[in-house]
Structure formats: structure tokens, C-alpha cells
């Protein structure tokens, strides 16, 4: 059993910034990767950036060089700081964590999301 919860979200202006939080409470489960998707009305989620276990990190085209994910020393909460924040960042974001069950399968689990939005 895996909680995900999500924080940080809210309203700011063009060129600001925002840091989202993500815990992942888990038992029996072993995390392989964590990260950030985002969903605008009408369209399914996209991968915003994620991490591995191992450090590595990816970031969809849009966002690289304004958003930097980052992970706690525990590796089970990751970051999102966004800089230079758009109006079309605008967005309800959702934590995924990515790991293995006790079984050995494969699952994933996702927070409620938190909403962004990027306005004058």
C-alpha cells in the first residue's frame, strides 16, 4: 500500500515560481522511480520530469531549464521547483510513484494532484 501526497500548489504571476512537495508513504513496496505529470482540461496527463532511484532524472521539452525535480535524503519525497512560470503551465499537477510490489509486480500509484495557475 502506497499514500502519495502532494502539496505546494496555488496561484502566482507570470515569471514566478512555486516549489511542489510529494511524500510517498509506502509499506512492502520498492520505489523505482518518482515524478510530475500535468494535466490540462480536455487533454490526459504528460510527464512534466522524473526521477529514478538511481538519480537520473528527464524533463519534458517544455518545461526543461525552468523546472528542476528533486528528491529528500529519505528518496521517498521528491520536488518540483518551477521558475519562470507560464501561463500555460497552468495545470492540476500529480505525483506518480513507480516501484515494485512485495510480490515482485510492477505497479504505480498517484496523488489526488494539486493545482497550479499561472495568471495576472
Known amino acids: 500500500q502506497v499514500n502519495v501526497v502532494e502539496s505546494g500548489g496555488g496561484l502566482v504571476q507570470p515569471g514566478g515560481s512555486l516549489r511542489l512537495s510529494c511524500e510517498a508513504f509506502?509499506?512492502?513496496?520498492?520505489?523505482?522511480?518518482m515524478g510530475w505529470y500535468r494535466q490540462f482540461p480536455g487533454y490526459t496527463r504528460e510527464l512534466v520530469a522524473r526521477?529514478?532511484?538511481?538519480?537520473?532524472?528527464s524533463y519534458d521539452g517544455s518545461v526543461a531549464g525552468r523546472f528542476t525535480i528533486s528528491r529528500g535524503d529519505a528518496k521517498n519525497t521528491i520536488y518540483l521547483d518551477m521558475t519562470n512560470l507560464k501561463p500555460e503551465d497552468t495545470a492540476v499537477y500529480y505525483c506518480?510513484?513507480?516501484?515494485?510490489?512485495?510480490?515482485?509486480?510492477?505497479?504505480?500509484?498517484w496523488g489526488l494532484g494539486t493545482q497550479v495557475t499561472v495568471s495576472s
Open positions: 526521477i529514478h532511484q538511481s538519480g537520473t532524472r
Open positions: 509506502a509499506s512492502a513496496f520498492s520505489i523505482v522511480a
Open positions: 506518480n510513484v513507480d516501484g515494485v510490489g512485495a510480490t515482485g509486480e510492477r505497479l504505480e500509484y
